[in-house]
């Protein structure tokens, strides 16, 4: 069974540029989590989706972050213009359903900005 | 507030002791979850164990084992005879019914095996 496949790997921009992140969960998961990690932190929900839909976006930055889940399978996650806070590695996840399910981890993709 | 606590920062042991990672939890829900992850140098998050607040029975897989006690909120991991592979950031998290399975995750320990 593949795993959840997250791209770019790695990514460096500068201040005020924009950055795109994309997702592709585990086939037939109905529910998709991104997650920031700082270095030396924990992850910290940004965004969750239950098929195309939001279930909580409420640590999300909205100002300059966007995500979204077109037919419920792919989602890309969008910084628009980026911070120098932002340096993080973005986490994709998924699982089966809504619930105390465990959520399967991509290995994410490490943003620096400068 | 923080719903979970991963007090120990970085850990280091030989190779083959033992070690335990102490993770603590705050939740005024009376239906809640607890895991474990395992995060190695590549990144990714793997999934070690999941625990509801229902199952106080502790559990063994192997070398690792996890100790649940509700008494002081505590969901502790333990690696018997540790192994360089077993180097990584460990986390603990929290899921509470009423919120959707978003995961509340502590801040991590970095273990190192020494060889």
């Known amino acids: 069974e593949a795993g959840v496949a997250q791209s770019p790997r790695y990514k460096i921009i500068e201040k005020r540029q924009s950055v795109a992140f994309w997702c592709n969960p585990i086939s037939g998961h109905a529910t998709l989590y991104w997650y920031q990690q700082i270095l030396g932190q924990g992850p910290k929900l940004l965004i969750q989706?239950?098929?195309?839909?939001?279930?909580?976006d409420s640590q999300l930055p909205k100002d300059r972050f966007s995500a979204e889940r077109l037919k419920g399978v792919d989602s890309t996650l969008k910084i628009q213009p980026a911070k120098l806070e932002d340096s993080a590695v973005y986490l994709c996840?998924?699982?089966?359903?809504?619930?105390?399910?465990?959520?399967?981890f991509g290995q994410g993709t490490r943003l620096t900005v400068v | 507030a923080q719903k979970v606590t991963q007090a120990q920062t970085e850990i280091s042991v030989v190779e083959k002791e033992d070690v335990t990672l102490d993770c603590v939890y705050e939740?005024?829900?009376?239906?809640?979850?607890l895991f474990w992850y395992k995060q190695p140098p590549s990144g990714e998050l793997v999934f070690l164990i999941r625990r509801n607040s229902f199952d106080e029975q502790n559990e063994i897989s192997g070398r690792y084992s996890w100790n649940f006690q509700k008494s002081t909120s505590s969901f502790n991991f333990t690696i018997t005879a540790s192994q360089v592979v077993d180097s990584a950031v460990y986390f603990c998290a929290l899921s509470e019914a009423n919120t959707g399975n978003q995961f509340y995750f502590g801040t991590g320990t970095s273990l190192t095996v020494i060889p």
């Open positions: 996840a998924s699982s089966s359903s809504l619930g105390p399910f465990e959520a399967f």
């Open positions: 939740t005024r829900d009376t239906t809640y979850y």
């Open positions: 989706f239950q098929n195309n839909g939001v279930v909580d």
